[in-house]
Structure formats: structure tokens, C-alpha cells
């Protein structure tokens, strides 16, 4: 069965830095992208960051560029989020996603089809 | 950027009504639009893909539709497992995904 499990949340002060991780299995995990989503308290969901395959590509919202980094480790089969300099702002549930990218009629499709429960981050004083 | 608007914000419904969610995008974006549906305390669940193509194991009272920048979520006779909250997001760029809003589907 295909999994993704977070971990890594937690209270952190502002300005402080943190590492998501993300555990997949049941899949093939190198043969995807995947993907950074996050959800406010009461709010609706953000995405966060995306990164291709191999890496080569990734890709972030305007508001985490600069301070977050998204990154992979195809050996282990998990994906990362390193979160430098914490905003109260960023306090959220964060979920990884599988990015399942579909070939049909000359388009390419990407969906997130396999979602993580989601791990809490809280930045507070 | 991509603004994804959805209308309407909360919507209350009946079981076996009809229900119709509607999400704009502030450029055309062919059909590279997805749904989701996501319940209180829980993960995300992809419903629709494509703008129209039904997620395997997904009900067919669900259905999407819609191109350019104009896109509809119906479900045909709401089910009490219906309640809940769904988003639309965009995916024709890959540089930045946007989710909408979200919509609020309640008992009334």
C-alpha cells in the first residue's frame, strides 16, 4: 500500500529553523514529484514547494523563497523541508504529496494523488 | 501568479441535492485544474483531475467540468460522507500550484 508519513514538527521559536521529513513507501519514489503543502489554523491549503525527480527542478511559494529548501533522498525514500528563519506565519499543518503526472493527448497532467497526514508546526515565542 | 477564485465560500445543502462548486482562474489554464475534497482533521483527497477525469475509487455522483478559466465541481445527490471542504487547484504551472479558497459544503 502506498504511505507517506511526516515528522518532524514542532514548537519553534520565531526566527528558528526546522526539518520536515516525509517517509514514502509502496512506491517507487524516485519515478515522482513531490510536493510541500501546508495548511493554516482555520485556513485554507497553500502550496509550498515542488521538486522534481532527480532534483533538478524545484520550485517554491513567493513567501518561503530564501528561507525554506526543499530536498530528496531517492536511497532513502524520503523528501525534506528545511525551514530557516520561522514566521509566526508559517505555523500550519504541513502535508508532503505525491505529484502523479499524467501523459495524455500531447498534455501533461500533474495531480497530487497521495497525501501524508500531515505534521504541526508551530512558531511562538 | 495564478489566482484561483471559488464561489461560493459555504454552501448548505440537503442529503440528495444536487450541488454545484464553481472555481475561476484569473488566466486560462486549459483544463489543468484539479479538485479535492478534504473532511475536518484530515489529509487532502484528490476527487478530480483533468477538470473532468474521475480519480480512481472516487464516486460517480462527482463530476468536473469546464476549460479556459472557468470550472465546475457538481455532485449529484449529495451523501452524508459529502460534507465537507473542497478546493480546486491549478496546475498549469508548475513554477507555482494555487489553490482556491476552498468551499465549505454543510447540512442544512
Known amino acids: 500500500e502506498v504511505h507517506l508519513v511526516e515528522s518532524g514538527g514542532a514548537l519553534v521559536q520565531p526566527g528558528g529553523s526546522l526539518r520536515l521529513s516525509c517517509a514514502a513507501s509502496?512506491?517507487?519514489?524516485?519515478?515522482?514529484?513531490m510536493s510541500w503543502v501546508r495548511q493554516a489554523p482555520g485556513k485554507g491549503l497553500e502550496w509550498v514547494a515542488n521538486?522534481?525527480?532527480?532534483?533538478?527542478?524545484?520550485y517554491y511559494v513567493d513567501s518561503v523563497k530564501g528561507r525554506f529548501t526543499i530536498s530528496r533522498d531517492n536511497v532513502k525514500n524520503s523528501l525534506y523541508l528545511q525551514m530557516n528563519s520561522l514566521r509566526a506565519e508559517d505555523t500550519a499543518v504541513y502535508y508532503c504529496?505525491?505529484?502523479?503526472?499524467?501523459?495524455?493527448?500531447?498534455?501533461?497532467?500533474?495531480?497530487?494523488?497521495?497525501w501524508g497526514k500531515g505534521t504541526t508546526v508551530t512558531v511562538s515565542s | 501568479d495564478i489566482q484561483m477564485t471559488q464561489s461560493p465560500s459555504s454552501l448548505s445543502a440537503s442529503v440528495g441535492d444536487r450541488v454545484t462548486i464553481t472555481c475561476r482562474a484569473s488566466?486560462?489554464?486549459?483544463?489543468?485544474l484539479n479538485w479535492y475534497q478534504q473532511k475536518p482533521g484530515k489529509a487532502p483527497k484528490l476527487l478530480i483531475y483533468g477538470a473532468s477525469s474521475l480519480q480512481s475509487g472516487v464516486p460517480s455522483r462527482f463530476s468536473g467540468s469546464g476549460s479556459g478559466t472557468d470550472f465546475t465541481l457538481t455532485i449529484s445527490s449529495l451523501q452524508p460522507e459529502d460534507f465537507a471542504t473542497y478546493y480546486c487547484?491549478?496546475?498549469?504551472?508548475?513554477?507555482?500550484?494555487?489553490f482556491g479558497q476552498g468551499t465549505k459544503l454543510e447540512i442544512k
Open positions: 509502496g512506491f517507487t519514489f524516485s519515478s515522482y514529484w
Open positions: 504529496a505525491r505529484v502523479y503526472v499524467l501523459a495524455a493527448g500531447g498534455h501533461y497532467y500533474y495531480y497530487m494523488d497521495v
Open positions: 521538486m522534481k525527480q532527480d532534483g533538478s527542478e524545484r
Open positions: 488566466q486560462s489554464i486549459s483544463t489543468y
Open positions: 487547484q491549478q496546475s498549469y504551472s508548475i513554477l507555482m500550484y494555487t
